[in-house]
């Protein structure tokens, strides 16, 4: 049923079988790839916060020091307690992208090899439905405002709401949301100079109020506390970010490399991505919020927190919506034909190449995701634990602790985090955890967990190369340093007492292209204290 605020021009019959055919081959492609992903940790966490809450207020307690607004975290709070399934996860991130892909390719005015590009480009075909974050919901909402904008007279609270779940879905989305927010107003009292105080005013302000209420909520969940630990140490000073804003100025594309091949040169990234951006020139207000989304997301991913695949692509998806609403004949407002083909020139040429990159790099991650293993944490549960009866209630001691907490979606083992000193399934990153942590620290917290419990203890070790018999015990005292500001730290002595009192019973790294690739010890000689354990 096609809503009321929105009413376009139904598709002819050849055009919605294509529609139809389009979005079933999504459907298809994104289905075969489902069952080889394998969960990380921060697809797991977010659900791993949904399931370890009994009220709203314990979740949205839980994610301080989070830095993700709460919106994602709520709709799987609400999947999981209607469903008491983990496969929410997957299914939930599906429906979301699915929504997204269907509005697009059936609403959007664009021709049908742009849709056809764009529906099997990474963001869709994988990075926004594959993977589960919260991605997938601001491509749909992005999607669903440019759709709603031409009611915006009629429907203004409801473009407002949508603008406002925007805002609480990422801080990138948050920044876009604003960005978004703003046009409307330009578009509001100049565009169309209406008077700040008349009726139309009157229902931009009231959405306006909605859209800030999203922003503060957003804020107030993000805002960190003293007790965080960031995964970087870059102090933000003007002089980075007057140096990261030139560099965006001068090399736009510096920041967005993922979204080429590898072979792509560099000077044709930066062409197609400004291309891309400079075909909006035809309405200066949208592309004057494209340009400035280009140079916020660069400063944003040099000095705040670098840039992925998945963030990288919200620009992507935001220039799409802007192409969308310029050419949708309800919110154009395009004023005069030569402007149409100087605008069909940068669009068929700068949006095209754009999305033909992301196709390229779709495909990658699609065979990568086939081929390879995302992570090990499947492999671990599904071809250890449930087949070692005697390790079936095993608890798990981590280091790097984070990289186990994936492992909780495959199997119910408990979790003992050592540098927190407590059980859970998700590692808080603040200050009060031991940041300095050394190897017979975790041997002796291992050991004393199988004593107090009266369990099997598996101490999993995700540093590749300390694993198994590569260790050396003549080795000098060393120390490996990782994000978040930890430290892990081992001496000749501590690496020959762990050689007593452990054995290896497997290594999963086989094919694995991320970080969580494990090394599995068995504690052995439970009766016998390490030595270098304190009484």
Not at 157 to 179: D, E, K, P, Y
Not at 271 to 286: D, E
């Amino acid at each position: 049923m096609i809503p009321k605020w929105y009413s376009p021009q139904l598709p002819e019959k050849d055009s919605a079988l294509f529609y139809w055919a389009l979005f079933i081959a999504w459907g298809i492609v994104v289905s075969a790839t489902l069952p080889y992903h394998e969960f990380w940790r921060d697809e797991v966490r977010a659900l791993s916060y949904a399931m370890g809450s009994s009220t709203l207020t314990d979740l949205l307690r839980s994610l301080e020091n989070e830095g993700h607004p709460a919106l994602w975290h709520l709709l799987l709070y609400a999947g999981y307690r209607a469903t008491a399934s983990t496969l929410v996860l997957p299914v939930l991130s599906f429906l979301i992208a699915a929504a997204a892909v269907y509005l697009f390719i059936f609403f959007s005015p664009f021709p049908r090899w742009i849709k056809t590009l764009f529906v099997f480009s990474g963001l869709p075909i994988y990075e926004y439905s594959v993977m589960a974050r919260n991605y997938g919901i601001s491509m749909l909402l992005l999607f669903a405002f440019a759709a709603a904008y031409p009611s915006r007279k009629t429907h203004p609270l409801m473009v407002g709401c949508i603008l406002a779940f925007l805002c609480n879905t990422n801080i990138h989305s948050l920044i876009l949301g604003c960005l978004l927010m703003g046009f409307w107003m330009w578009d509001t009292f100049f565009t169309e100079r209406r008077p700040f105080l008349s009726k139309e005013g009157y229902k931009l302000y009231a959405a306006m109020g909605i859209v800030i209420a999203g922003n503060a909520s957003a804020l107030y969940t993000v805002w960190p506390t003293e007790q965080i630990v960031t995964s970087g140490t870059t102090s933000y000073t003007m002089a980075q970010i007057r140096e990261a804003l030139a560099t965006a100025i001068v090399a736009p594309a510096t920041q967005f490399n993922d979204l080429f091949p590898n072979w792509f040169p560099i000077k044709l990234r930066i062409a197609s991505l400004l291309w891309a951006v400079i075909g909006l020139f035809v309405r200066p207000p949208i592309f004057f919020i494209a340009y400035a989304a280009l140079l916020i997301l660069s400063v944003f991913f040099s000095i705040v927190y670098m840039g992925f695949y998945r963030h990288q692509g919200l620009l992507v998806v935001f220039l799409v919506s802007l192409y969308w609403i310029v050419l949708d004949k309800e919110g154009s407002g395009l004023p005069y034909k030569p402007s149409h083909k100087i605008f069909q020139v940068w669009f068929y040429g700068g949006l095209a190449a754009l999305l033909a990159s992301i196709v390229t790099t779709g495909a990658m991650h699609v065979y990568r995701d086939w081929t390879y293993q995302k992570s090990a944490s499947k492999a671990f549960a599904q071809e250890f634990l449930r087949t070692h009866q005697e390790f079936e209630d095993a608890i798990l001691v981590g280091e790097p602790d984070y990289l186990l907490e994936a492992v909780h979606y495959y199997a119910k083992n408990r979790h003992y985090i050592v540098r927190e000193k407590r059980f859970g399934n998700t590692v808080r990153f603040v200050r009060s955890a031991q940041l300095n942590l050394r190897m017979g620290e975790l041997l002796c917290a291992a050991w004393r967990i199988q004593k107090e419990e009266s369990k099997p203890v598996l101490i999993v070790l995700g540093h590749r190369y300390l694993g198994g018999s590569s260790w050396d015990a003549s080795t000098s005292p060393k120390s490996i340093s990782y994000p978040f500001q930890r430290t892990f730290t081992w001496s000749t002595e501590e690496i020959a007492d762990w050689k007593r009192h452990t054995k290896v019973q497997r290594q999963f790294d086989e094919n694995v292209i991320g970080d969580e690739a494990y090394t599995v010890y068995s504690l052995i000689f439970p009766e016998i204290q390490p030595n270098r354990c304190i009484n």
